[in-house]
C-alpha cells in the first residue's frame, strides 16, 4: 500500500518533552484551571480557601453550596468532556491515520446534535406535542445519551465509511470532504427543525455551540463511565494503533487484526463523543487540535498520548469555560464559541503544513 | 478536440445527442416554470393564471402572479444558474466532482458577513445586505485562494484550506447567533436560503451580471476542457493553467457570491447540477455549462415550489430543501467516486 | 464539430432564459400621508381590510375594536392569541409564520393597510406596499414608550385618532391606577424570565415587560442598559442577584428550573423562601406587546404580589 505518499504526517519535531515534565507541566495547568474555575462567577468572595474548606470541612453555608453543586461539577464535567474528546480525537486520528480527524470534522457531533436537537424540537418521536415531554439532560441524563449516542454513531459512520476509511483509501481531503457533507446535511436538517419550530430557537442555538455552564453532578455522572470506557479503549488500543501508524500491511504482519482495531476503536469513539455532545452540546476543535499539541510535545507513541490527549483536552476545555464567562460577564456564554476561536486558526495552520499529494 | 474526449472524472455518460437532452431539459424546465406560477398558498384558476400571466386577467390576482410569483421564479433561475455554474466551474478547476462552492469558503463568508449585519449591527438597514453579502463571499474566497497558494494552487489543498476557512467562519456565525439572539429568527431564515419575497427589483439588478458571467464562462469552455486533463496536459497543450485556474475560481467566486447575496445559501446546488448534467451530456463544457444550469434551475425551482405547497401559508425555505435531497445525493456521489 | 455552431446554440439558448420581463404595476389613491419608521405613506382614509404581521398589532387593533382581516399568527390560529384578545376579535385569515408571512396570502385579502414590524419585515417592505399601502413600526424590538407611541400611529392610520388618544390617554390612567396600587415603599426587585428544557433568559429592566413592571413601580433585579434586554443565566447567576420575586414564562413543561429545585441552593434564594416564584402566562407576558396586553400583565404582577 503506498500509504505513505498518499497520507499525510506532520512534520516530527526533533526536541520533544521529557514526559515527566510534559505531564507536571499539564498536571499543574489542569489543576490551576480547575482551581479558576470554580472561583470565578457570578457571586464573589468564594476563593480557593472555600474551595479546600468545603472539601475537608464542609458546613452546607451558601458559600460551601454554590462551590460543590454548582462549580465543581462545571469544572469537573468541563475537565471530562475536553478529556473525552480528545480521546475521540486521538483515537480517530490513529485508526483513520489522517490528522485531520476529529468529532467535529468525522460529523460525529454533528450527527449527536442533530439528534439531540431533534429531540428538542419534537421532531424526532413524532408523538411528541411538547420538546420536554421526551427527554432532557438533567431531567434524565440516561434518555438523552442513547439518542445522542445514536446520532453520533450515525454521523461518523457514514463519513468513516464515505471517507474510504474503511477501504483503506486513506486520503485526508476525501474524509474532510465526506465529513463536511455529512455535518452539512445534518445541520442543515437541523436548521429546517429549528426554523419550522419557532419557540425554542434561542435554547437550541444556545446548546449547539456547546457549554457546560448549567452543569451539575448528574451530568458529570452521565459521562463519567464513558470517559473510562474511552481509556480503556485507548489502553487497549495503544500497541495496536502504535503499529498501525507504520501501515496496515505492518500492523496486520504483525498479527493484528485491522477490522477488530477499527470496529473496538469505532465504539469507544461513539461513547466518547457521543457522551460528550449529550452533556454538554457539540463542541468544536478540541478533538482534532489536542492530539496534535500532546505529538508535538512527546511524540507519536500512542502508550504516552493517551495520557497526555485527556489531560490536556480537560486543560482546554476548562480553560475555554473560564475565558467564556468573560465574554458578557456576568452572564453565560458557550465555552464552545472559545474553542472555535482557538481551534479554528490552528487548524488553518495544520492544513498549512499538512502535505497533500 | 472530439466529442469522445473523457475528462478525469467523466462518469462516462451517454453522449450521442446532448443537445437534443438540453432542449428536453429546458422544455421541463419551462414546463416547471409554468406549473409554479400555478400553485401556492392561494389557488387561482389555469385560466385565469394564464391570462393574468399576459396581463389580461381580471386583475384580481394581479399581484399574486405577477409581482409574487413569477418574480421568485424568475429568481430561481438566475440563482439556479449561478450556483450550478459556479459548481461546474469550481469542480473543473479542482478536478474534485464533490467541490462545490461551499468548498472554497463562499457561502460561509456570505454567511458570517450577513450575520455581522443581521445580528451585529440591527440598526444598520437590511438593504444593504446583498452588498455585504457578496463581499463577504468575496473576501473569504480570496482568503482561500492565499492560504491555499503554495508555488500555484493545489486542488487538494484548495479543498482543505477551503474547509478549515470555513470551519472558522461558521463557528463566527455561532458566536454571533448566540450572542445576539433578538434577530435570530431573521438570520436563520436568510442563512437557510429562501426566495421568499424577491422582487423584480432583485431580479433586474443580479440577472445581468449573472448572464455576464455565464457567457465568460462559456468562452472559457474550450480551456476548462483542457485543464480537466491535469496540469501537465494542458501546459502542453499551450494552457497558462495558473491564470486559468484563477480566472475560472474569480467567475464561479463571482457568480456563487452573487447568488448567495440575494438568496442566502441555498444549499449543494452548486454540487449536484454539475454533476447531474454531467451524467447527462458528458463533461465538454460548452455543453455541460448550459445543461448544470439547467438543472441548477430545476433543482432551485423544485426545492422553492415544494416549499411553498407543503404546509402554507407557512413556506418551507428552499436551502432545507435542497439539502434534504442534496445530502443523500452527496453521500452517493462520494460512495461512487474513486478518487481523493 | 463546427465551433461557430456551437456559438450560435449557445446565443439560442441565453435568448430563452432571458424571458422573463416585468409588468410594474402600482397605484395611488387619495388618503392621509402616516409617518412611520420607515418613512411616510399615504394611507386610505378609512381603512377596513387590515392585515397585521405581529402580535402587539393585533392588540392595537383589538383596543380600538377593529378585527384585522389578517394575522400572522405562526399558523397557531386562535391559540397565537391571548383569550382576552381574541374574544375582542371576529373573523380574520392567518397569513402565515410571522418571520415569514406568504405574501399570496395577504395579497389575497386584499387588505388595503398592513401593519409590519421594523425588524421582522424591513427588507419585504417594497413587497407589502405592492400589495397595499404599509406602514412600518417597531414592534418586536420596542420599548414600552415605542409601544404605546405606535398605537398612536395606528390610530391615525386607521383614521381612529380621535378613538385611539382616547383609549391611550385610558390605558395611561389604568397604569397609574395600577402603580398606585404598588405601595411607595415597595423595595422588592423583581426578575421575568423565560425558561426552557435547558435554559434560563432573565428579562432585564430594559426589557418589554421589564420596562413595564418598572413603569407600575417594581424594579427590575438587573438594570440593563438599552438595546440589552436579555441575560442568560446560571443558578449562580440567579443566587448573586437574588431577585425577591420571580415571574417564570415557561416555554416548556418541564424546565430547568425544575432541575435546579433539587439544588439545596434553590431554597437560599429569597424569592423560594417567600413563595414569590410565579408561573405567569407565556403567550401573554413573553410574545405580548400593546396596551391591552400591557395593562393585564400589570394587573396580574400585582394580584400575584398582593
Not at chain 2, 90 to 116: H, K, M
Not at chain 2, 273 to 302: D, E, S, Y
Not at chain 3, 129 to 141: C, H, S
Request: charged share 15%.
Amino acid at each position: 500500500m503506498a500509504n505513505t505518499t498518499n497520507s499525510v504526517s506532520t512534520r516530527r519535531v526533533s526536541r520533544r518533552l521529557p514526559y515527566l515534565k510534559a505531564f507536571v507541566i499539564s498536571f499543574l495547568l489542569l489543576i490551576i484551571g480547575l482551581l479558576l474555575s470554580t472561583t470565578i462567577g457570578a457571586v464573589e468572595g468564594i476563593n480557593a480557601k472555600v474551595f479546600f474548606l468545603s472539601l475537608v470541612q464542609y458546613d452546607g453555608s451558601i458559600e460551601h453550596l454554590i462551590m460543590r453543586t454548582l462549580r465543581m461539577p462545571r469544572a469537573a464535567l468541563g475537565a471530562l468532556v475536553g478529556a473525552n474528546l480528545a480521546i475521540a480525537g486521538l483515537l480517530m486520528q490513529g485508526i483513520s491515520r489522517n490528522p485531520l480527524a476529529s468529532p467535529g470534522i468525522f460529523g460525529v457531533n454533528a450527527g449527536a446534535s442533530l439528534f439531540v436537537a431533534l429531540t428538542f424540537t419534537g421532531v424526532y418521536g413524532a408523538a411528541a406535542t411538547d420538546a420536554s415531554s421526551i427527554t432532557l439532560p438533567f431531567v434524565g441524563p440516561l434518555g438523552i445519551v442513547p439518542v445522542a449516542f445514536l446520532g453520533a454513531a450515525f454521523g461518523g459512520v457514514l463519513v468513516y465509511f464515505l471517507g474510504g476509511v474503511a477501504s483503506g483509501r486513506v486520503n485526508p481531503v476525501r474524509l474532510v470532504l465526506a465529513g463536511v457533507a455529512v455535518s452539512t446535511l445534518l445541520a442543515s436538517l437541523m436548521k429546517g427543525a429549528i426554523i419550522l419550530r419557532d419557540d425554542q430557537t434561542d435554547s437550541i442555538v444556545f446548546w449547539l455551540a456547546g457549554a457546560v455552564d448549567g452543569s451539575d453532578w448528574n451530568d458529570v455522572r452521565t459521562i463519567l463511565p464513558w470517559t473510562i470506557v474511552g481509556l480503556g479503549t485507548t489502553v487497549y488500543l495503544a500497541v495496536s494503533l502504535n503499529l498501525l501508524a507504520l501501515g496496515e500491511d505492518v500492523a496486520v504482519g504483525l498479527g493484528r487484526n485491522i477490522h477488530v482495531i477499527r470496529a473496538i476503536g469505532g465504539l469507544g469513539i461513539i461513547c466518547v463523543a457521543g457522551s460528550a455532545v449529550a452533556v454538554a452540546g457539540p463542541i468544536t476543535f478540541v478533538g482534532l487540535i489536542v492530539p496534535h499539541i500532546c505529538r508535538r510535545l512527546i511524540g507519536v507513541d500512542h502508550r504516552v498520548l493517551l495520557a497526555l490527549a485527556p489531560l490536556l483536552g480537560a486543560t482546554m476545555m476548562v480553560y475555554s469555560d473560564i475565558l467564556a464567562r468573560f465574554i458578557a460577564y456576568p452572564f453565560e456564554s458557550p465555552a464552545g464559541i472559545v474553542t472555535a476561536l482557538v481551534g479554528g486558526p490552528y487548524f488553518l495552520y495544520l492544513t498549512q503544513r499538512t502535505r497533500i499529494d | 478536440m472530439t466529442a469522445t474526449t473523457t475528462t478525469a472524472f467523466d462518469s462516462g455518460a451517454r453522449t450521442q445527442n446532448p443537445w437534443v437532452k438540453l432542449y428536453i431539459l429546458l422544455a421541463i424546465a419551462v414546463g416547471l416554470t409554468l406549473y409554479s406560477i400555478g400553485v401556492g398558498a392561494i389557488r387561482v384558476p389555469v385560466w385565469e393564471t394564464v391570462q393574468t400571466v399576459f396581463g389580461v386577467g381580471s386583475g384580481k390576482f394581479d399581484y399574486i402572479i405577477q409581482q409574487y410569483r413569477m418574480p421568485r421564479i424568475a429568481m430561481a433561475w438566475i440563482v439556479g444558474t449561478g450556483l450550478a455554474v459556479s459548481g461546474t466551474m469550481i469542480q473543473g478547476v479542482i478536478r474534485n466532482p464533490l467541490a462545490s462552492p461551499e468548498i472554497i469558503g463562499i457561502t460561509a463568508g456570505a454567511g458570517l458577513a450577513s450575520a455581522v449585519l443581521l445580528l451585529g449591527m440591527p440598526e444598520v438597514s437590511v438593504q444593504f445586505l446583498p452588498f455585504v453579502s457578496f463581499l463577504g463571499g468575496l473576501i473569504a474566497a480570496a482568503l482561500v485562494y492565499v492560504l491555499a497558494f503554495k508555488r500555484g494552487i493545489s486542488p487538494a489543498r484548495l479543498a482543505l484550506v477551503g474547509i478549515a476557512v470555513s470551519a472558522v467562519f461558521t463557528s463566527g456565525i455561532d458566536y454571533l447567533m448566540t450572542s445576539f439572539p433578538v434577530q435570530l429568527d431573521l438570520a436563520l431564515i436568510w442563512l437557510a436560503g429562501s426566495l421568499w419575497a424577491r422582487s423584480w427589483e432583485q431580479c433586474i439588478a443580479i440577472a445581468p451580471w449573472i448572464l455576464i458571467m455565464f457567457v465568460g464562462c462559456l468562452m472559457m469552455a474550450h480551456k476548462l476542457d483542457v485543464l480537466a486533463l491535469g496540469d501537465e496536459q494542458a501546459i502542453g497543450l499551450g494552457v497558462r493553467v495558473e491564470p486559468t485556474r484563477l480566472l475560472a475560481l474569480a467567475m464561479a467566486v463571482a457568480l456563487a457570491g452573487a447568488s448567495v447575496a440575494v438568496c442566502g445559501t441555498i444549499g449543494f446546488v452548486g454540487l449536484m447540477a454539475p454533476h447531474m448534467a454531467r451524467r447527462l451530456v458528458g463533461g465538454q463544457h460548452h455543453i455541460l455549462l448550459p445543461t448544470a444550469a439547467l438543472v441548477g434551475t430545476l433543482l432551485v425551482l423544485i426545492a422553492d415550489t415544494l416549499g411553498r405547497i407543503i404546509s402554507p401559508p407557512v413556506e418551507v425555505p428552499a436551502g432545507v430543501i435542497t439539502s434534504i435531497v442534496g445530502g443523500p445525493y452527496f453521500i452517493y456521489l462520494l460512495y461512487r467516486h474513486r478518487g481523493w | 464539430m463546427s465551433r461557430k455552431k456551437y456559438f450560435f446554440k449557445r446565443l439560442s439558448i441565453l435568448g430563452l432564459i432571458s424571458f422573463l420581463v416585468a409588468i410594474p404595476l402600482t397605484s395611488v389613491q387619495a388618503g392621509k400621508v402616516i409617518k412611520h419608521e420607515m418613512g411616510e405613506t399615504t394611507v386610505p382614509d378609512n381603512p377596513q381590510r387590515i392585515v397585521v404581521l405581529e402580535f402587539s398589532f393585533v392588540d392595537a387593533l383589538a383596543a380600538v375594536g377593529i378585527t384585522p382581516v389578517g394575522v400572522a399568527d405562526d399558523n397557531k390560529g386562535e391559540g397565537a392569541l391571548i383569550p382576552e384578545i381574541a374574544s375582542k376579535l371576529g373573523e380574520w385569515t392567518p397569513v402565515g409564520a410571522r418571520k415569514q408571512p406568504s405574501l399570496e396570502v395577504v395579497s389575497s385579502l386584499n387588505p388595503d393597510l398592513i401593519i409590519a414590524d421594523l425588524k421582522r419585515h424591513e427588507a419585504i417592505v417594497g413587497e407589502l406596499n405592492g400589495i397595499a399601502p404599509t406602514i412600518v413600526l417597531r414592534g418586536l424590538q420596542g420599548t414600552y414608550e415605542d409601544n404605546v407611541a405606535s398605537m398612536s400611529v395606528i390610530g391615525e392610520a386607521l383614521g381612529l385618532s380621535d378613538q385611539m388618544e382616547k383609549r391611550i390617554a385610558e390605558h395611561r390612567s389604568t397604569i397609574e391606577a395600577l402603580a398606585a396600587k404598588v405601595p411607595a415603599s415597595e423595595s422588592r426587585t423583581v426578575l421575568p424570565a423565560v425558561v426552557w428544557a435547558d435554559g434560563f433568559n432573565a428579562h432585564a429592566s430594559s426589557s418589554y415587560t421589564g420596562e413595564l413592571l418598572e413603569k407600575i413601580g417594581f424594579k427590575n433585579a438587573i438594570q440593563s442598559a438599552p438595546g440589552k434586554p436579555y441575560a442568560t443565566m446560571t443558578l449562580e447567576n440567579l443566587i448573586a442577584i437574588d431577585p425577591d420575586v420571580i415571574f417564570l414564562m415557561k416555554y416548556s413543561d418541564v424546565t430547568i428550573v425544575d432541575g435546579w429545585k433539587s439544588n439545596p441552593l434553590w431554597n437560599v434564594l429569597k424569592a423560594v423562601k417567600n413563595n414569590q416564584i410565579h408561573v405567569v402566562r407565556t403567550t401573554l407576558w413573553a410574545k405580548f406587546r400593546g396596551m391591552i396586553a400591557a395593562e393585564i400583565i400589570a394587573a396580574d404582577a400585582i394580584k400575584l404580589l398582593y
